[in-house]
T-cell receptor, first 111, second 112 residues
């Protein structure tokens, strides 16, 4: 069956360090992959989309990589700040207009 | 301001009752979606619609119904057939040629 895995354990890092979150998937061949941020009690907010023919995408302090051979995406936040504390969701295109979401990884950035 | 609005924010339902969650968008998006989120789980797709008067079942459609009579509106009815309806419900929309989704603020439904 199709599966998306994100680290269920929370990630705790010190302010100023780089946070790296992982998204692994099986039984998919997605044309693109997305990352969203979700704060408690609120809807997710779109951050970045990377296509299968792109190895890396950057937006300000954010960087996403997409390895279709490993079936893995890495999401990096450089120079992290306490305001970056949130849950980050990985999402894959699953055909047509369907998008499948992972359970998310909670990030805590300590001042 | 353009956006997607869900109402109400909190909803309480007695067992055996049907309830309808509202979702309205003024982004001129063709596609709209309903997801359910439970603690520790990813968003699960309930229904989605690509155009007016057409919609498709997602992965967990049993016990739910939708309509898409207007481009701006995609209400979700949680029927009494849904055995475990307590959850956080999220509505989203996107353009046909873009995949990034815009989400509403969610409706937290509790069965009492």
């Amino acid at each position: 069956s199709q599966k998306i895995e994100q680290n269920s354990e929370a990630l705790n890092i010190q302010e100023g360090k780089t946070a790296t979150l992982t998204c692994n998937y099986t039984n998919y061949s997605p044309a693109y992959l997305q990352w969203y941020r979700q704060d408690p009690g609120r809807g997710p907010v779109f951050l970045l989309l990377i296509r299968e023919n792109e190895k890396e995408k950057r937006k300000e302090r954010l960087k996403v990589t997409f390895d279709t051979t490993l079936k893995q995406s890495l999401f990096h936040i450089t120079a992290s700040q306490p305001a970056d504390s949130a849950t980050y969701l990985c999402a894959l295109e699953a055909g047509g207009f369907k998008t499948i979401f992972g359970a998310g990884t909670r990030l805590f950035v300590k001042a | 301001d353009g956006g997607i609005t869900q109402s109400p924010k909190y909803l309480f339902r007695k067992e055996g009752q049907n309830v309808t969650l509202s979702c309205e968008q003024n982004l001129n998006h063709d596609a709209m979606y309903w997801y359910r989120q439970d603690p520790g789980q990813g968003l699960r797709l309930i229904y989605y619609s690509q155009i007016v008067n057409d919609f498709q079942k997602g992965d967990i459609a049993e016990g739910y119904s939708v309509s898409r009579e207007k481009k701006e509106s995609f209400p979700l009815t949680v029927t009494s057939a849904q055995k475990n309806p307590t959850a956080f419900y999220l509505c989203a929309s996107s353009m046909r040629d873009r995949r990034e989704a815009f989400f509403g603020q969610g409706t937290r439904l509790t069965v009492v």
